[in-house]
């Protein structure tokens, strides 16, 4: 075997193996954000924990719209205060300005980003598109609740607030991006 082939079947090898890395970079990074909470990525539950504790955090919630959008998009309540562990069900609101039917679908995170992994959804609108008619009005519910582990953190323990953080993006925008 010649020298040249010694070398071009690893360096074939090696670049494969950065395409195969680079795909599979998105997924791995989604998955190490919804376990770790990086970023103020927040997390799924199927239900609400049995304890609820008597500290109390103040829940604030931030909504905005890609310019893509044509929807107006509100938290119907800029804040609340529950207790940790304690389930809440909130609702924002979207209307779709056209005439025409619009899809969109919505990024999420928390701040402080430390919070991300103690901030547990049950049911949220963020989890699929959402589709709107033309003029159409609608509520959109969260089912959130604060897990009572972040008591165990230290980092945390003077935490006092936690902002919800939406955007809404184009769901015809956001692919033609992702293609």
């Given at each position: 075997?010649?020298?040249g082939?010694?070398?071009?079947?690893?360096?074939?090898?090696?670049?494969?193996?950065?395409?195969?890395l680079?795909?599979?970079?998105?997924?791995?990074?989604?998955?190490?954000?919804?376990?770790?909470?990086?970023?103020?990525t927040t997390?799924?539950?199927?239900?609400?924990?049995s304890?609820?504790?008597?500290?109390?955090?103040?829940?604030?919630?931030?909504?905005?719209?890609?310019?893509?959008?044509?929807?107006?998009?509100?938290?119907?309540?800029?804040?609340?205060s529950?207790?940790?562990?304690?389930?809440?069900?909130?609702?924002?609101?979207?209307?779709?300005?056209?005439?025409?039917?619009?899809?969109?679908?919505a990024?999420?995170?928390v701040?402080?980003?430390l919070?991300?992994k103690?901030?547990?959804?049950?049911?949220?609108?963020?989890?699929?598109?959402?589709?709107?008619?033309?003029?159409?009005?609608?509520?959109?519910?969260?089912?959130?609740?604060?897990?009572?582990?972040?008591?165990d953190?230290?980092?945390l323990?003077?935490?006092?607030?936690?902002?919800?953080?939406?955007?809404?993006?184009?769901y015809?925008?956001?692919?033609h991006?992702?293609?």
């Amino acid at each position: 075997m010649s020298q040249g082939r010694i070398t071009v079947f690893p360096l074939i090898a090696i670049v494969l193996g950065m395409l195969m890395l680079s795909y599979a970079a998105v997924p791995f990074y989604k998955l190490f954000c919804q376990v770790t909470g990086f970023g103020g990525t927040t997390q799924r539950a199927e239900a609400a924990p049995s304890t609820i504790a008597d500290r109390r955090i103040t829940v604030r919630f931030n909504a905005d719209t890609d310019p893509a959008l044509p929807w107006d998009f509100t938290p119907l309540e800029r804040e609340i205060s529950l207790r940790i562990g304690e389930n809440r069900l909130v609702a924002f609101r979207a209307h779709n300005r056209t005439d025409q039917p619009t899809r969109g679908t919505a990024t999420y995170n928390v701040t402080p980003h430390l919070a991300g992994k103690y901030f547990d959804k049950i049911q949220c609108f963020c989890f699929e598109e959402q589709r709107l008619n033309a003029g159409e009005t609608v509520n959109m519910p969260v089912s959130f609740f604060i897990d009572p582990a972040i008591l165990d953190d230290p980092a945390l323990k003077d935490l006092t607030n936690i902002t919800l953080s939406y955007t809404f993006f184009s769901y015809e925008s956001r692919n033609h991006v992702n293609r």
